[in-house]
């Protein structure tokens, strides 16, 4: 059962319904004795026949309303309404996050205020012992006056259940939560709302999250096993710093990734000030190769060598400002690759080949690759930008 317009809640006037998800509505609502709107939150009903649920609902409530942060949006009140809980919290005058991303990119100061100011209210909340347990960017409120809030916190608390990956709710969500949420495990600390911080930082940066499939049972299964595709394979005019701290905060094990909000947060400003190298920089010839260098030798003749931890590959343009760096133009004459269309990066001994979206597609030895999963280069590799396309040769 939803409130309805005009209906009389406690003090609280129902104005209109601001958002409906799976677990709760939201409304914007009048106090009329305080002359102010608020933001009324209540549960789906379905939740309350829960044996323990109105306990639960309470003590978690109690703990968020403690939360005193000029960034965290504030509990004024919790109640029941016809048997319905219900948290009252004040109004935030604006849009989501999620929303602003959908409008336009975001630009590179609006990416830092976030992330420092999301980072900093989220620390501030694990010293208050309180994990937030679904951090996306429909959780951040970014108001009109300039300011910014993160909101719902311990509202995933407040749903748990019984129920895990096989019961009929998963608490977090599918495309932002961590490994050991997707497992149910009990082993849950800030390193948790790290990784999903992790997740919303990646699709700041790069404009989509790591994983997306057609159900929420495969988003998670990749979230278990599947290695994020490095956000410079989406954006490769990234730092590779930018890129080993998101990947940092993206580590299956828990352990391995950074051990405070503070630490990421410091991490990614640092990184978030050094730019990319210039592109074009790839080493071209058509005498040998620098001996222990792997290239790639081209039909003609050419070599490219693979000295730098990144290379780009595609066909540059000046009037839309590509540069690659190895540039595709000179032999892709059917025009067959596209302007962002590989990616090697070096990891140690090994050189992972990335497809970078392309439009036709990536394929060694004549099998396509697939953008989440980088082929490791082997000598003699035949490598082919697009059916038809443009064919290197692997050579360490």
Not at 148 to 161: K, P
Not at 176 to 197: H, K, M, V
Request: aromatic fraction near 8%; charge should be negative.
């Amino acid at each position: 059962m939803s409130f309805t317009i005009g209906e009389v809640v406690g003090p609280y006037e129902i104005v209109e319904e601001l958002g409906r998800g799976g677990m709760a509505t939201v409304y914007k609502a009048y106090h009329a004795s305080l002359e102010r709107y608020v933001a009324i939150k209540v549960m789906d009903a379905a939740m309350s026949s829960e044996t323990d649920f109105i306990e639960r609902f309470k003590r978690e409530a109690r703990a968020i309303a403690r939360l005193d942060n000029p960034h965290i949006v504030p509990v004024y009140d919790f109640d029941e309404h016809k048997e319905q809980p219900y948290l009252v919290l004040k109004f935030i005058d604006g849009q989501t996050l999620g929303a602003r991303m959908k409008a336009s990119p975001l630009a590179r100061n609006e990416v830092l205020e976030i992330v420092t100011t999301v980072g900093g209210a989220l620390q501030y909340a694990h010293k208050q012992g309180i994990l937030h347990r679904d951090i996306k960017p429909s959780n951040v409120l970014l108001a009109r006056d300039g300011n910014i809030y993160l909101t719902d916190f311990g509202l995933a608390r407040m749903l748990e259940s019984s129920s895990s990956l096989t019961g009929d709710a998963i608490i977090g969500t599918p495309h932002y939560i961590s490994p050991e949420q997707a497992l149910n495990s009990e082993l849950i600390d800030e390193r948790t709302d790290i990784y999903s911080f992790g997740v919303m930082i990646y699709e700041m940066v790069t404009g989509r999250v790591p994983f997306e499939s057609d159900t929420a049972f495969s988003v998670i299964e990749d979230h278990l096993y599947t290695p994020p595709p490095p956000p410079s394979s989406i954006r490769p005019d990234l730092s590779f710093e930018v890129e080993n701290v998101i990947l940092k905060a993206l580590s299956k094990k828990s352990s391995d990734r950074h051990n405070t909000v503070a630490e990421l947060v410091k991490a990614f400003k640092q990184a978030w000030g050094v730019h990319a190298p210039e592109r074009g920089t790839a080493a071209s010839s058509t005498l040998d190769a620098v001996p222990g260098v792997p290239i790639f030798l081209a039909e003609n003749g050419k070599t490219f060598t693979l000295s730098a931890e990144r290379v780009v590959i595609g066909r540059n343009s000046s009037s839309k400002n590509v540069l690659n760096d190895i540039d595709l133009t000179g032999f892709d004459l059917k025009k067959i690759a596209s302007r962002r269309h590989a990616m090697v990066l070096r990891r140690n001994d090994a050189f992972l080949l990335y497809d970078t979206d392309s439009r036709n597609g990536t394929f060694v030895n004549g099998r396509r690759l697939s953008p989440r999963e980088p082929h490791a280069l082997q000598p003699g590799d035949v490598v082919e930008f697009g059916a038809g396309g443009v064919k290197f040769t692997f050579v360490r």
